[in-house]
Nanobody, 118 residues
Framework: QVQLVESGGGLVQPGGSLRLSCVGS????????MKWYRQAAGKEREYVAG????????NYAESVKGRFTISRDNVRKTVYLQMNSLQFEDTAVYYC???????????WGQGTQVTVSF
């Protein structure tokens, strides 16, 4: 059974930091490109960041460049999203996604809520 389980969300003040984690199971994690998306209330889901299978290349949405860092640990089958200098606009449910290399398989986690507020 394939699972992606996110954790680490919560309430944080503007300027604060959070680290999200996403643990994969039931599939060969190291062969999957890993991405983070987010969806704010009333808005469409949007891409946040992605990392290649070996962690060598990373890509970020313009809105989070310089503030967020994606990383992965293939031994722990975990992808991380370090979020610094959080802003009100970062409030959203954050989802991780696994995309298979050379296949059409993709999996989503259930999401974790991040709320930036006083």
């Amino acid at each position: 059974q394939v699972q992606l389980v996110e954790s680490g969300g919560g309430l944080v003040q503007p300027g604060g930091s959070l680290r999200l984690s996403c643990v994969g199971s039931g599939f060969t994690f190291r062969y999957y490109v890993m991405k983070w998306y987010r969806q704010a209330a009333g808005k469409e889901r949007e891409y946040v960041a992605g990392v290649t299978i070996d962690g060598g290349r990373k890509n970020y949405a313009e809105s989070v460049k310089g503030r967020f860092t994606i990383s992965r640990d293939n031994v722990r089958k975990t992808v991380y999203l370090q979020m610094n200098s959080l802003q009100f606009e970062d409030t959203a449910v954050y989802y991780c996604k696994a995309e298979g290399m050379g296949s059409n398989s993709e999996y989503w986690g259930q999401g974790t809520q991040v709320t930036v507020s006083f």
